[in-house]
Nanobody, 120 residues
Framework: VQLVESGGGLVQAGGWLRLSCTASGDTACVGAMGWYRQVPGKERELVAAIPSAGNLQYKHSVEGRFTISKDSDKNILYLHMSDLTPDDTGVYYC???????????????WGQGTQVTVSS
């Protein structure tokens, strides 16, 4: 499975961006998906996720501003980010977990990351 992110960039505070993550390869190995963020000196943290079952998950600080969605036909994961603040700055990574029935798959997959910078 290959995950390729796009859509990052530089935006002013209050602006918006939409990130995309396109999955290719053996997409039968793509289960739950999510977006993570990492800033220098800190651990990578979950921002939003679409689990295999259950409700969408959001980091508390992005609730009401970020929306995660997925086009299952095209195997594209999105993250629409609005009302951005400098605290949203970081490298955003796309992640896909192995589905329960995917015994032949790797445990999880990561994209290369896309930089989001929000200026004040």
């Amino acid at each position: 499975v290959q995950l390729v992110e796009s859509g990052g960039g530089l935006v002013q505070a209050g602006g918006w961006l939409r990130l995309s993550c396109t999955a290719s390869g053996d997409t039968a190995c793509v289960g739950a998906m999510g977006w993570y963020r990492q800033v220098p000196g800190k651990e990578r943290e979950l921002v939003a996720a679409i689990p295999s079952a259950g409700n969408l998950q959001y980091k508390h600080s992005v609730e009401g501003r970020f929306t995660i969605s997925k086009d299952s036909d095209k195997n594209i994961l999105y993250l629409h980010m609005s009302d951005l603040t400098p605290d949203d700055t970081g490298v955003y990574y796309c992640n896909a977990d192995r589905p329960r029935e995917g015994y032949w798959c790797e445990y999880d997959y990561w994209g290369q990351g896309t930089q989001v910078t929000v200026s004040s």
